[in-house]
């Protein structure tokens, strides 16, 4: 897929503990406009469903107030460094 390239260095991966939770949540943010991608999960990165939700710094606070407000808080969310995926410390809920 096209959007796992798009991940670029400083961007959020989101990582739910199910298909249905990714697609819902995917549903929710384009709704509200939020420019999000539906991507492969990273291999590096555990994911039960294969999906994940990549957004940007930027955005990052207006995703997860509108993923707060609909109970679809991600498991877990690393931000993109070079290569690598490191796990943010704590996610807002």
Known sequence: ???FMMV???DLVAIFN?????MKAEKVLKERRLPILLIPAPR???SDCGLA?????????AVECALAEEELM????FVKM????VKRIEVTS
């Not at 199910?18 to 990714?22: E, P, T």
């Not at 070079?82 to 995926?85: G, H, K």
Request: hydrophobic letters at 25%; zero cysteines; a negative charge.
């Open 1 to 3: 897929m096209q959007g």
């Open 8 to 10: 670029k260095d400083g």
């Open 18 to 22: 199910s298909i249905h939770r990714v």
């Open 44 to 46: 590096t990165l555990k």
């Open 53 to 61: 939700l990549s957004y940007s710094s930027a955005d990052m606070q």
């Open 74 to 77: 991600p498991e877990e969310v």
């Open 82 to 85: 070079r290569e690598d995926y």
